[in-house]
């Protein structure tokens, strides 16, 4: 089992920067992932970190996010630079010990309970 608590939400505008935390607590977990819902749809992936060193990022943020895992402090952070209004939502930290790519195969006790991030124009 694994506890985690997001924080550095907040609001900034277009263009803007955010750094996001997850601190773990508990297990290790394989991987580590930052999801994002907005308001009426559903959940995505945005970037997620191996314990291998991988990362994965949704297309969307490509080139405006960095997603890295701070494996001794079992950290999970996410940069987001160039700030979009598109980018607005509920913020979600995940871990799983098999993969971080669909967020319905992870977990229900695997969730953090989110940071909101709004962008506006």
């Known amino acids: 089992q694994v506890q985690l608590r997001e924080s550095g939400g907040g609001s900034v505008q277009a263009g803007g920067s955010l750094r996001l935390s997850c601190a773990a607590s508990g297990s290790t977990m394989y991987c580590m992932g930052w999801f994002r819902q907005a308001p009426g749809k559903g959940r995505e992936l945005v970037a997620s970190?191996?314990?291998?060193?991988?990362?994965h990022y949704a297309d969307s943020v490509k080139g405006r996010f960095t997603v890295y895992r701070d494996m001794p402090e079992n950290t999970l952070y996410l940069e987001m630079n160039s700030l979009k209004p598109e980018d607005t939502g509920m913020y979600y930290c995940?871990?799983?010990?098999?993969?971080?790519?669909?967020?319905?195969?992870?977990?229900?006790?695997?969730w953090g309970q989110g940071t909101q991030v709004t962008v506006s124009a």
């Open positions: 970190a191996y314990k291998d060193g991988s990362t």
């Open positions: 995940a871990a799983d010990s098999w993969s971080c790519q669909d967020p319905r195969l992870i977990q229900k006790d695997n």
